[in-house]
């Protein structure tokens, strides 16, 4: 499971998307995340999916690379699709007790779950096709407009970026810990819910103290270069605006209002 997990991670391409600006790329995948709120029928979700497909075509990753990344988070899925699925009212097909079906909670199950996987796949997206690096510099340039109020932009960049891209080494780190107990006769994956919770202590433990290693090399190694902070600082990659940049905010724009067209020409499901 823990292999499965890729968030955080970049993939270096030349593709369509990898070289639209980073900055656009944070703006667009925000509307797109609203933008998944916005269909309340088929046709408006079904259009917010080829948009997504079709940005996945453009960033020339793997089919199964970005299904891998969506199998975390199917226990929230089905756990979301079941509570929608037993409690939405409507034109019933199966009563027990206080469980019913009904086609109402079917179809509402399916919008939601699929409404979730465009999220996932969405923001998945941005991390796998813009590094670290220019992430950082995208979300300081557009949170500049923050400092006329003295936020410090340039630190919570940094934290952010930093706290993403430690997260598959921490994974790696997880699964080294668990093989290593596993290989010591730690029992994991058998009894209870309080039985596993127990086993995991063994992991955390050990895991708690490598991060706090790991931050405090981290702080050492950025003050040995004489690093403080934003003031002053200049970037060897500069950021600029192209025309293709121009039109995916055009595209998105034409997509956010064919959903709400859609929205007023259709029958809502939810």
Same mark, same amino acid.
């Given at each position: ?10 993939? !270096?391409?030349?593709?369509? %998307? ?13 509307? $797109? ?12 979700? #079904?259009?917010?999916? @080829? @948009?997504?497909?079709?940005?996945? %075509? ?6 199964? =690379? ?5 199998? !975390? ?51 998945? %997206? =941005?991390? $796998?096709?813009?590094? !670290?690096?220019?992430?950082?510099? @995208?979300?300081? *340039? ?9 936020? !410090?932009?340039?630190?919570?960049? /940094? ?24 290989? *010591? ?8 819910? /309080? ?23 981290? @702080? ?6 004489? $690093?403080?902070?934003?003031? #002053? ?12 940049? $121009? ?11 064919? =959903? ?11």
């Amino acid at each position: 499971m823990l292999s499965d997990i890729t968030i955080g991670q970049f993939f !270096p391409g030349n593709s369509v %998307l990898h070289r639209i600006d980073p900055r656009v790329k944070l703006a667009l995948t925000f509307i $797109y995340i609203v933008a998944v709120f916005i269909p309340r029928n088929w046709w408006g979700l #079904g259009l917010a999916v @080829a @948009a997504l497909i079709g940005a996945a %075509l453009l960033s020339r990753l793997p089919a199964r =690379l970005l299904l891998k990344g969506l199998k !975390p988070v199917l226990p929230l899925i089905v756990l979301t699709s079941i509570i929608n699925l037993f409690y939405v009212d409507g034109t019933v097909l199966w009563h027990w007790w206080i469980f019913r079906i009904t086609w109402e909670g079917i179809a509402t199950a399916a919008f939601i779950a699929i409404r979730i996987l465009c999220l996932i796949a969405g923001t998945s %997206l =941005l991390t $796998y096709t813009t590094s !670290p690096t220019t992430l950082t510099d @995208a979300l300081e *340039r557009l949170l500049s407009p923050l400092r006329v109020i003295r936020v !410090p932009v340039h630190e919570i960049a /940094m934290m952010m970026t930093i706290a993403l891209r430690f997260i598959p080494t921490l994974i790696e780190e997880t699964d080294k810990i668990m093989s290593a107990q596993k290989a *010591r006769g730690a029992d994991m994956e058998s009894g209870g819910l /309080m039985q596993r919770v127990r086993a995991l202590i063994p992991v955390l433990i050990p895991l708690f103290i490598s991060s706090f290693r790991r931050a405090y090399e981290l @702080a050492t190694a950025m003050e040995c270069r004489c $690093y403080h902070g934003g003031e #002053g600082r200049t970037r060897m990659k500069q950021l600029h605006m192209r025309s293709g940049d $121009y039109v995916a905010l055009l595209l998105m724009a034409l997509l956010i209002a064919a =959903l709400f067209v859609l929205n007023t020409q259709f029958p809502k499901v939810i």
